[in-house]
């Protein structure tokens, strides 16, 4: 495993970072409690040490999960990378900013806010550590823009929890160049968690130059496309009726996708390896992109993620896969 410094931070995570999503069952078609704690038991056991989840991820579920799992593991030896800001309960429903309707486990509709006043944040932490059985989170991060709330008040409170020690660094997630720029006024920020993939690269024009300059880390989530890019949705793979993929997948040309993904698969076949495996590895060598979270949700996909670190992409596979996604994103 390769671990890299998180910005200016004494944080080193594992460049392939879990991402527990998934697990947390809502929005992904449900989940199975042994299967998703055996996949994060066997990312630590791979040399995954670092662990993103958001109390959002199955209303708190995701967290819980990830607290049974390393109870009886050296947390010294574990990076634990949570969230705030997008509030369900009945005590902050209606405040801040509708983002959609989710559905909880018994199907029922649950309208989603973007809220990060500094009650709120300081609420939510501590719920966290208590689902996570932790007193402190090694990076806290702003799940989504809050436009109610000053972004100033959002980073103050942030400060304030790295002053307590409750948190060792303060994060942002979904940030444009604009709105790093103004938290960067109020203090120091390790990383900025964005949307990224082969399919997805619009944060290379501005986002990337800026957090290369500033010492800002790059945390890429859905390297995979949510899956798409490992090639088994082509190939008549079903999804459950309230997998939100279903609606996902349509923004993309799938036809073009799976003629792009049938170009690069020898590459991988020629190394042994999975096509999951070398667009992972393909992310971690973009520049500025420090982490690159992979999703699992069994211990099978978790040791295949955290082996796409061991892939060697020569400059000349580089530059025939970058020709093939420049042919792709016309």
Same mark, same amino acid.
């Not at 970072?17 to 299967?35: C, L, Q, R, V």
């Not at 932790?134 to 990076?139: E, N, S, V």
């Not at 090639?231 to 996902?248: A, E, M, P, T, V």
């Given at each position: 495993?390769?671990?890299r410094?998180?910005?200016?931070?004494?944080?080193?995570?594992?460049?392939?970072?879990y991402?527990?999503?998934?697990?947390?069952?809502?929005?992904?078609?449900?989940?199975?409690k042994?299967?998703?704690?055996d996949?994060?038991?066997a990312?630590?056991?791979?040399?995954?040490?670092?662990?993103?989840?958001?109390?959002?991820?199955?209303?708190?579920l995701?967290?819980?999960?990830?607290?049974?799992?390393i109870?009886?593991?050296?947390?010294?030896?574990?990076?634990?990378?949570?969230?705030?800001?997008?509030?369900?309960?009945?005590?902050?429903?209606?405040?801040g900013?509708?983002?959609?309707?989710?559905?909880?486990?018994?199907?029922?509709?649950?309208?989603?806010?973007?809220?990060?006043?500094?009650?709120?944040i300081?609420?939510?932490?501590?719920?966290?550590?208590?689902?996570?059985g932790?007193?402190?989170l090694d990076l806290?991060?702003?799940h989504?823009?809050?436009?109610?709330?000053?972004?100033?008040?959002?980073?103050?409170?942030?400060?304030?929890?790295?002053?307590?020690?409750?948190?060792?660094?303060?994060g942002?997630?979904?940030?444009?160049?604009?709105?790093?720029?103004t938290?960067?006024?109020?203090?120091?920020?390790?990383?900025?968690?964005?949307?990224?993939?082969?399919?997805?690269?619009?944060?290379?024009t501005?986002?990337v130059?800026?957090?290369? /300059?500033? *010492? &800002?880390? $790059?945390?890429?989530y859905?390297?995979l496309?949510? =899956?798409?890019?490992?090639?088994k949705?082509? #190939?008549?793979?079903k999804?459950?009726?309230?997998?939100?993929?279903?609606?996902?997948?349509?923004?993309?040309?799938?036809?073009?996708?799976?003629?792009?993904?049938?170009?690069?698969?020898?590459i991988?076949?020629?190394?042994?390896?999975?096509?999951s495996?070398?667009?992972?590895?393909?992310?971690?060598?973009?520049?500025g992109?420090?982490?690159?979270?992979?999703?699992a949700?069994?211990?099978?996909?978790?040791i295949?993620?955290?082996? /796409?670190? *061991? &892939?060697? $992409?020569s400059?000349?596979?580089?530059?025939?896969? =970058?020709?093939?996604?420049?042919?792709?994103? #016309?």
């Amino acid at each position: 495993m390769e671990y890299r410094k998180l910005g200016t931070t004494d944080l080193n995570l594992s460049s392939i970072t879990y991402g527990a999503f998934a697990i947390g069952g809502s929005m992904w078609g449900g989940n199975e409690k042994k299967d998703s704690i055996d996949a994060i038991h066997a990312s630590l056991d791979h040399g995954v040490t670092s662990l993103d989840t958001a109390p959002f991820y199955g209303f708190g579920l995701s967290e819980t999960l990830i607290g049974e799992a390393i109870k009886e593991k050296d947390r010294s030896k574990i990076q634990i990378l949570s969230k705030f800001g997008l509030v369900w309960d009945k005590s902050n429903q209606g405040k801040g900013k509708y983002f959609f309707d989710a559905t909880d486990d018994q199907g029922n509709r649950v309208p989603v806010y973007k809220f990060a006043s500094k009650a709120n944040i300081i609420k939510e932490v501590e719920e966290s550590l208590k689902r996570l059985g932790t007193d402190y989170l090694d990076l806290l991060q702003i799940h989504w823009p809050d436009a109610t709330t000053p972004i100033a008040e959002t980073m103050e409170t942030m400060d304030l929890l790295i002053q307590q020690g409750k948190i060792r660094a303060a994060g942002v997630c979904n940030y444009d160049l604009s709105q790093i720029k103004t938290a960067g006024e109020t203090i120091k920020l390790a990383s900025n968690q964005v949307s990224y993939s082969m399919l997805n690269r619009g944060i290379e024009t501005d986002v990337v130059p800026y957090s290369l /300059a500033n *010492d &800002i880390s $790059i945390i890429a989530y859905s390297p995979l496309e949510r =899956g798409l890019l490992t090639g088994k949705y082509f #190939k008549d793979s079903k999804l459950k009726s309230d997998d939100h993929r279903n609606g996902y997948f349509g923004q993309f040309q799938l036809d073009k996708v799976e003629a792009f993904v049938n170009k690069i698969q020898p590459i991988a076949a020629a190394k042994n390896a999975t096509l999951s495996q070398l667009v992972l590895r393909w992310t971690t060598l973009q520049p500025g992109i420090t982490i690159v979270l992979a999703g699992a949700r069994n211990a099978q996909q978790a040791i295949e993620n955290a082996g /796409a670190v *061991d &892939i060697q $992409i020569s400059e000349e596979e580089l530059k025939f896969i =970058g020709k093939n996604l420049a042919q792709l994103n #016309k």
